[in-house]
């Protein structure tokens, strides 16, 4: 090589190193500048939500089923309890309340021990006293929460108790509407078996985790089974599919692709109106922006803020329509014949977003 070309190796590597460096402060300054946008966009986007959501319209019905939606509540602390209140309120004020939903993550952290577990108490029985509450139906999931120590305890507890109903590890429901003009159907099921992460959760019972991952085709074929039996949007009947992990999701833990391979093309194929699950600590309302027949799109209900412990920022998901970060809150749900009435409801039961679904 002559001097000349060293010269100019010389200056070429010096010019790769500005390049370089250029390039990337230029990418910080758009990853910056993304999250920044993605902040300000959701919340513009609930502040605004009158305006791109405006209040669908609503007549009351007396023959109907009104129930509520908790999830990720049994902690034992004060928000639990002030959610509880709002809850009790809101039925009182409501003309009462059929049943409650909850949604997993039933006794934080680490499930119970045994049918016998004080906490049985201190985070259900103690909590759910309000007189519009006291003589209601809890209908449970079980979330990845309590999959850590005893599982089937919580489910043998249901014996014991005369509101804890986990009646089993996925089941259905039938209920009849208040003056028997159209009959809903429950379908609980059990999402924590998909999740792969779950396995890895050093506290799991993974024993039990591990029966009902075998169970996973049987849940699925079940699932079928009760979809086909029982038209989701039949003239006089409606099926609402409950579950602990979230199908979409603007929280950490975000989309679960188990939940969209095997979930979300059974609820289009027979037009499932509403998923209602918890896991995500917050109060959201998600549907797939690319089912665009109104019908064959699932509403998705995020209800994890039952116990606090809020996530305070959420991440950019398209399918995200609306939502409620913390302190708590619940879900109002009432079924007519013809329409679902949906109401986000914050730790002092105040009205956050709503929406409804037709048949
Ligand atoms: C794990 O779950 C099984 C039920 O599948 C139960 O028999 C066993 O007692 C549980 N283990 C613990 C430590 O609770």
Redesign the pocket.
């Known amino acids: 090589m002559s001097d000349e070309d060293l010269i100019r190796t010389g200056k070429s590597s010096k010019i790769l190193s500005v390049v370089c460096v250029v390039t990337v402060l230029i990418g910080c300054v758009i990853f910056v500048g993304l999250v920044t946008v993605q902040t300000l966009y959701l919340s513009k986007r609930i502040r605004q939500s009158g305006i791109i959501f405006p209040n669908p319209p609503y007549t009351k019905d007396s023959d109907c089923l009104h129930f509520l939606v908790i999830g990720d509540f049994g902690r034992g602390n004060e928000m639990q309890k002030q959610v509880a209140q709002s809850m009790g309120d809101y039925c009182q004020q409501h003309d009462g309340c059929d049943f409650v939903i909850g949604t997993g993550d039933n006794i934080y952290p680490d499930g119970v021990?045994s049918i016998n577990d004080e906490q049985f108490k201190s985070k259900f029985e103690d909590i759910y006293t309000h007189p519009s509450l006291n003589q209601l139906d809890f209908y449970m999931v079980l979330g990845n929460h309590d999959y850590r120590?005893?599982?089937?305890a919580e489910i043998e507890y249901s014996k014991m108790s005369t509101r804890w109903k986990l009646l089993d590890y996925f089941y259905e429901l039938k209920k009849k509407s208040r003056l028997g003009g159209f009959e809903l159907n429950l379908i609980f099921t059990d999402t924590t078996p998909f999740h792969r992460l779950f396995y890895w959760d050093p506290k799991i019972?993974s024993?039990?985790l591990n029966?009902q991952k075998k169970r996973i085709p049987e849940q699925m074929k079940w699932l079928r089974q009760t979809l086909t039996s029982h038209e989701p949007r039949g003239d006089s009947t409606w099926s609402i599919v409950v579950g602990h992990s979230a199908v979409y999701s603007a929280s950490s833990h975000y989309d679960s692709q188990p939940l969209i391979d095997n979930f979300e093309p059974l609820f289009k194929q027979f037009q499932v109106p509403l998923y209602l699950c918890g896991h995500d600590h917050y109060l959201g309302w998600l549907a797939n922006r690319l089912i665009t027949n109104e019908k064959e799109k699932t509403q998705y209900v995020v209800s994890g803020a039952a116990g606090g412990n809020i996530y305070d920022r959420l991440k950019y998901n398209a399918n995200l329509l609306n939502y409620y970060i913390g302190p708590g809150g619940f879900f109002s749900v009432e079924v007519q014949k013809e329409l679902i009435f949906v109401r986000a409801l914050d730790e002092n039961g105040k009205e956050i977003f709503k929406f409804r679904i037709d048949k």
């Open positions: 021990k120590s005893n599982p089937q019972n024993t039990a029966e």
